[in-house]
T-cell receptor, first 111, second 110 residues
Framework: RKEVEQDPGPFNVPEGATVAFNCTYS??????FFWYRQDCRKEPKLLMS???SGNEDGRFTAQLNRASQYISLLIRDSKLSDSATYLC????????????FGKGTTLSVSS | NAGVTQTPKFQVLKTGQSMTLQCAQD?????MYWYRQDPGMGLRLIYY???????DKGEVPNGYNVSRLNKREFSLRLESAAPSQTSVYFC?????????FGNGTRLTVT
């Protein structure tokens, strides 16, 4: 079983829709959590960090549930430009130096 | 600042050949990483170096070796390339921050 599991996708939604992705992790000692975005054939780029109390950045909201060991990403009012693959990232070791990626969830927003 | 620089961008190898992928960062980051990405597999951690002088295995280290030459440079070596190592390789670095990635190296082993 992979250390970090994500919703299989793909998610195909119309513009303006709200979409949510979940990600579960197996290591209860994991300390840091991130969502990255990757466009086709490009390097991943940080979308947002995930904090214990939850955090919001414009149309994007990230939440962490330590008890159930999952994080989530909510995208409101989807835009065409949100079409990409979203990657969940979790620190794997106690020192927080090893970062493990989920397989990613593909989002396609259509007009 | 150039950020994280990887070379080469593209490479074709024959089975059994060896090569080294180079990575350098100019952000004074302590930690450096090598990932590979295959279709439908996300990014998988090959090796990482938490600080200069240390290296550790990640999820898929077999068939690879690494060298943390100094704080700036972290190289990945394939001693005897196999078709299963055809992939896109990403180098990344960080210091108490999210990962910063290079542009990737597309490697094909025939």
């Amino acid at each position: 079983r992979k250390e970090v599991e994500q919703d299989p996708g793909p998610f195909n939604v119309p513009e303006g829709a709200t979409v949510a992705f979940n990600c579960t992790y197996s290591n209860s000692a994991s300390q840091s959590f991130f969502w990255y975005r990757q466009d086709c054939r490009k390097e991943p780029k940080l979308l947002m960090s995930v904090y214990s109390s939850g955090n919001e950045d414009g149309r994007f909201t990230a939440q962490l549930n330590r008890a159930s060991q999952y994080i989530s990403l909510l995208i409101r009012d989807s835009k065409l430009s949100d079409s990409a693959t979203y990657l969940c990232v979790v620190t794997f070791n106690q020192a927080g130096t090893a970062l493990i990626f989920g397989k990613g969830t593909t989002l396609s927003v259509s007009s | 600042n150039a950020g994280v620089t990887q070379t080469p961008k593209f490479q074709v190898l024959k089975t059994g050949q060896s090569m080294t992928l180079q990575c350098a960062q100019d952000m004074n980051h302590n930690s450096m990483y090598w990932y590979r990405q295959d279709p439908g597999m996300g990014l998988r951690l090959i090796y990482y170096s938490a600080s200069e002088g240390t290296t550790d295995k990640g999820e898929v280290p077999n068939g690879y070796n690494v060298s943390r030459l100094n704080k700036r440079e972290f190289s990945l070596r394939l001693e005897s390339a196999a078709p299963s190592q055809t992939s896109v390789y990403f180098c990344a670095s960080r210091k108490d921050s999210p990962l910063h990635f290079g542009n990737g190296t597309r490697l094909t082993v025939t």
